[in-house]
């Protein structure tokens, strides 16, 4: 019997009613997911929060209490009768302590105002090489002090890109530190500009440090998110390094890519687009990183 090209009204109902049953299942599996996610997001979140409030307090109260301490004594230099070196010392470590904390309001007033969406930045022709190279030598320092070495390659054809020079010298800072902080004593870090396919620039900034789990990435590009945090806190921070940095990079047109083994090291990739791109980077424009991985 013919039944025509859409079948007997029979096995039509048959259909419709296994098409309806399809879309419920479906619609039920998407809310599941939907609700799962959520829950996850929100658990990240209460956990962060509290790792935050634990961890904030240290990082204000720290350089506070350096402040009141050393001011107090240096109000007292005469009836202590301290020696010039003396005075000079505490000076210095009030210095410090101070400079320390305008730091961390400041990344916590950066953070809020990227939040809000109000954050602008400058788009300038700049020149990735001298960037690169101003923000690795303000660390030589503190790489000598750490024990770890700083080597560069940079490519000899790397094009001009438009950002914000103070902008990309804060992410290239907030990535490097995070490396010698991360390097145990003896530790290499490598950073490596080259050309981007799109004519863009790709800053490779790897380190033999002690590297998280892949799950971790995501807590330490959340803000105030920072891996084994609830552990011994040999390690200072407020966890906004790394989430400004991504920010940054993403108002550049820009993309961050992370890959990290434990006890390995750890590799970041920031991608800037060329000078004349109207879009983004595009995730394939970033190369493999391969030393982590491989
Ligand atoms: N190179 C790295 N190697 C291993 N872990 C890292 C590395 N970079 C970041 N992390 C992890 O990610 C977390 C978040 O990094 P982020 O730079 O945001 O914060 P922080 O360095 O702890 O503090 P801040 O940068 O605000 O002073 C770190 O606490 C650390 O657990
Ligand atoms: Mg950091």
Same mark, same amino acid.
């Given at each position: 019997m013919y039944t025509g090209a859409f079948g007997t009204s029979k096995s039509n109902s048959l259909m419709n009613e296994y098409a309806s049953l399809l879309g419920d299942a479906v619609l039920r599996h998407r809310a599941r997911v939907a609700e799962q996610s959520a829950r996850i997001e929100a658990e990240l979140a209460s956990k962060v929060k509290s790792e935050f409030i634990a961890n904030m307090s240290h990082e204000l109260r720290t350089p506070l209490n350096t402040v009141?301490?050393?001011?107090?004594?240096?109000?007292?230099? /005469?009836?202590?009768?301290?020696?010039?070196?003396?005075i000079v010392e505490y000076a210095v470590l009030i210095n410090d302590a101070a400079g320390h904390l305008l730091s961390v309001i400041n990344d916590i007033l950066d953070i809020s105002k990227i939040q809000?969406?109000?954050?602008t930045i400058d788009s300038r022709e700049v020149s990735i090489e001298e960037i690169l190279i101003a923000?690795?030598?303000?660390?030589?320092?503190?790489?000598?002090?750490?024990?770890?070495?700083?080597?560069?390659t940079i490519a000899y054809d790397l094009p001009v890109v438009r950002g914000d020079a103070v902008k990309l010298r /804060?992410?290239? %800072?907030?990535?490097?530190?995070?490396?010698?902080?991360?390097?145990?004593?003896?530790?290499?870090?490598?950073?490596?500009?080259?050309?981007?396919?799109?004519?863009?620039? %790709?800053?490779?900034?790897?380190?033999?440090?002690?590297g998280m789990n892949p799950e971790d990435i995501s807590v330490a590009l959340t803000p105030f998110g920072q891996v084994d945090a609830g552990k011994a806190r040999w390690r200072e921070g407020t966890g906004l390094g790394l989430p400004i940095a991504k920010a940054l990079i993403e108002l550049h047109g820009g993309l961050i890519e992370i890959r990290s083994?434990?006890?390995?090291? %750890?590799?970041?990739?920031?991608?800037?687009?060329?000078?004349?791109?109207v879009s983004p980077v595009d995730h394939h424009d970033l190369p493999d990183l391969r030393s982590i991985n491989s």
């Open positions: 009141i301490g050393f001011s107090k004594l240096l109000a007292e230099h /005469q009836r202590r009768n301290l020696p010039d070196a003396e809000s969406g109000k954050y923000s690795i030598n303000s660390f030589r320092l503190i790489a000598k002090e750490a024990d770890v070495t700083i080597g560069k /804060q992410i290239f %800072t907030n990535v490097l530190s995070n490396a010698i902080k991360f390097t145990p004593r003896g530790g290499a870090i490598d950073v490596e500009a080259l050309r981007a396919h799109d004519g863009g620039v %790709t800053v490779l900034i790897r380190d033999s440090g002690v083994r434990k006890d390995v090291g %750890t590799e970041v990739a920031i991608a800037l687009p060329s000078r004349n791109s």
